[in-house]
């Protein structure tokens, strides 16, 4: 499944619920599912780390939804021809600075 099948998906499962809850509401769901994921990189099984990865990446699809936001098209204009810092694939950049 490509970025924008995901993204599509989601709109076609979710989208009346995503539009009546609102940019607010979705955002604080995304964050409550960054959490989870955050615990079961900690100390959950792989299953369980693969199953948070899969919300959080449905509720930011949501969330992109919500604002009307293309994810293959801002990943495309941020990451489509290397870093944004050094514009070279590998990075080059000192890795201590956030991409």
């Known amino acids: 499944m490509t970025l924008e099948q995901l993204q ?3 709109r076609d499962l979710y989208g009346a619920k995503d539009s009546s809850r609102g940019v607010e509401g979705t955002f604080m769901w995304f964050m ?7 615990a079961a990189l900690r100390g959950g099984t792989h299953d369980e780390r693969v ?3 899969a919300d959080v990446l449905a509720w930011l699809a949501t969330l992109a ?3 009307g936001v293309d994810l ?3 990943v495309r204009l941020k990451y489509g021809t290397g870093c944004p810092g ?3 694939t590998p990075c080059t950049c000192n890795v201590t ?3």
């Open 97 to 99: 600075e956030k991409p």
């Open 72 to 74: 293959t098209e801002a």
């Open 65 to 67: 939804n919500c604002v």
């Open 51 to 53: 199953l948070e990865f």
């Open 32 to 38: 409550e599912e960054v959490g989870e994921l955050s």
């Open 8 to 10: 599509q998906r989601i």
């Open 86 to 88: 050094c514009g070279r």
